[in-house]
């Protein structure tokens, strides 16, 4: 089983940016991939963004893509988020997760972190 210790959300302007971080820990070493997903109240969560764990290969949703960028840091099992140029839409509780098997599959994610785009 992994754990996941989520943080970097907070409130920001319109146009603003956030960058979110999520170290891993324990059942490691069988990441195919890690993302990040979002969801708003009375909706289902979202993946929109992911990336495979040896590298090489990103995924992200229209609805982020050019704005938000995944990264991250192997050797500590640390993935990030850049987002830039948020939203409103935006606003959401987002997670981290990873795969196993590939980058759209997650069967558990971390505690969420809140992230509010408002003026």
């Known amino acids: 089983q992994v754990q996941f210790v989520t943080s970097g959300g907070g409130v920001v302007q319109p146009g603003g940016s956030l960058r979110l971080s999520c170290a891993a820990s324990g059942r490691t070493y069988t990441t195919y991939a890690m993302g990040w997903s979002r969801q708003v109240p009375g909706k289902e969560r979202v993946l929109i963004a992911a990336?495979?764990?040896?590298?090489?290969?990103?995924y992200y949703s229209d609805s982020v893509k050019g704005r938000f960028t995944i990264s991250g840091e192997t050797n500590n099992n640390t993935v990030f988020l850049q987002m830039d140029n948020l939203k409103p839409e935006d606003t959401a509780l987002y997670y981290c997760?990873?795969?196993?098997?590939?980058?759209?599959?997650?069967?558990?994610w971390g505690q969420g972190t809140q992230v509010t785009v408002s003026s």
């Open positions: 990336m495979k764990w040896t590298g090489g290969t990103t």
């Open positions: 997760g990873s795969s196993d098997l590939d980058l759209y599959t997650y069967y558990s």
